[in-house]
């Protein structure tokens, strides 16, 4: 993985084929990717990781664990990630399940591509901009 402009996300889901499709979309816009299909496998990445990682897809229901829980265990590692819920439930639900953690976006399945690239680069330029303006205040 070389440098990438918009930086390196993990992408959290048991679903393979989902992995490789979100990989080759995050690709398209410049965004290097780690893909693992469990929370445990995610934890060890984030507990490795030397700040290169800026955002997290995050399945919100992995079979290993539920994705809220373990989005507040990747709260820990940094407030600066980017975090976007991935679900086939409907928004309306993940957001209840969520409830106020804070999180970028959320993406139902089926999703449209041109949209999760545009819900993707928005969020990721806002942060790069948030930590910018905090880091010349």
Avoid: H
């Avoid at 496998?41 to 399945?59: F, K, P, Y």
């Avoid at 229901?61 to 819920?85: A, C, H, K, P, Y």
């Avoid at 639900?93 to 999760?116: S, Y």
């Amino acid at each position: 993985m070389g440098n990438s402009i918009l930086g390196t996300f993990l992408v959290v889901d048991d679903d393979e084929s989902l992995r490789t499709l979100l990989t080759l979309i995050l690709s398209s816009v410049g965004i290097n990717s780690i893909c693992v299909g469990t929370s445990n496998e995610a934890l060890r990445v984030l507990q490795e990781d030397n700040g290169t990682i800026s955002g997290i897809l995050l399945d919100l229901n992995l079979e290993n664990s539920r994705g809220e829980d373990f989005l507040d265990q990747i709260l820990t590692f940094s407030s600066d990630l980017v975090v976007f819920m991935i679900s086939g439930c409907l928004s309306e639900e993940i957001k209840e399940r969520v409830g106020d953690r804070p999180i970028d976006g959320i993406i139902t399945k089926p999703f449209q591509t041109a949209k999760l690239i545009e819900q993707i680069r928005d969020a990721v330029i806002k942060r790069q901009e948030l930590i910018t303006s905090r880091e010349g205040a």
